[in-house]
T-cell receptor, first 117, second 114 residues
Framework: AQKVTQAQTEISVVEKEDVTLDCVYE???????LFWYKQPPSGELVFLIR??????QNEISGRYSWNFQKSTSSFNFTITASQVVDSAVYFC??????????????FGSGTRLLVRP | DTGVSQDPRHKITKRGQNVTFRCDPI?????LYWYRQTLGQGPEFLTY????????KSRLLSDRFSAERPKGSFSTLEIQRTEQGDSAMYLC????????????FGPGTRLTVT
């Protein structure tokens, strides 16, 4: 069965520290997609990144970087030099392409990140 | 390019009343999803439309819930005879009809059943 686990419930860091949010997933599909979303205090989910299962290249976007490792079924998210505005709940999600034509998202329970000044 | 919009943003109702929420997706998106999010949890899938056809419903969607998407544009989610357990954030998302394409979410409707 498909499942996404975000074991870190809450992380607190001081501004300018680097922080890594962990995501582990389970799926029997060989074609699937992984996502990260940010949910700031305002509540609206903001799309950050999508990766497909065939592309294990790491990606960097400004202060954000993502490490996808199929061997460990992990898709971790690192914020470099964190800022107060990064404070939010971050969700990792999985979408299966072969067994599920709806491509619905299976979310983890989220990691609340608090960046203190 | 306007994003996904939802109305109302907040709804307080008494147990037993019916409520209806509306979602307007991004105009060129033909897939529309409803999710429910309770406090401290990630969103959970409720149902999905491809154009006007409702193609999948979660077991979370009891027979008190009904969703429509007439003409494949906006969608409505109705909850009949609300219960306190229905209190949650109801999120709508839309996407292109492409495998794995990202879903864009609206601001949600927060329902409180008293």
């Amino acid at each position: 069965a498909q499942k996404v686990t975000q074991a870190q419930t809450e992380i607190s860091v001081v501004e300018k520290e680097d922080v890594t949010l962990d995501c582990v997933y389970e799926t029997r599909d060989t074609t699937y997609y992984l996502f990260w979303y940010k949910q700031p205090p305002s509540g609206e989910l903001v799309f950050l990144i999508r990766r497909n299962s065939f592309d294990e290249q790491n990606e960097i976007s400004g202060r954000y970087s993502w490490n996808f490792q199929k061997s460990t079924s992990s898709f971790n998210f690192t914020i470099t030099a964190s800022q107060v505005v990064d404070s939010a709940v971050y969700f990792c999600a999985l979408s299966e392409a072969q067994r599920d034509s709806s491509y619905k998202l299976i979310f983890g329970s989220g990691t609340r990140l608090l960046v203190r000044p | 390019d306007t994003g996904v919009s939802q109305d109302p943003r907040h709804k307080i109702t008494k147990r037993g009343q019916n409520v209806t929420f509306r979602c307007d997706p991004i105009s060129e998106h033909n897939r529309l999803y409803w999710y429910r999010q309770t406090l401290g949890q990630g969103p959970e899938f409720l149902t999905y439309f491809q154009n006007e056809a409702q193609l999948e419903k979660s077991r979370l969607l009891s027979d008190r819930f009904s969703a429509e998407r007439p003409k494949g544009s906006f969608s409505t989610l109705e909850i009949q005879r609300t219960e306190q357990g229905d209190s949650a954030m109801y999120l709508c998302a839309s996407s292109l009809d492409t495998s794995g394409y990202e879903q864009y979410f609206g601001p949600g409707t927060r329902l409180t059943v008293t």
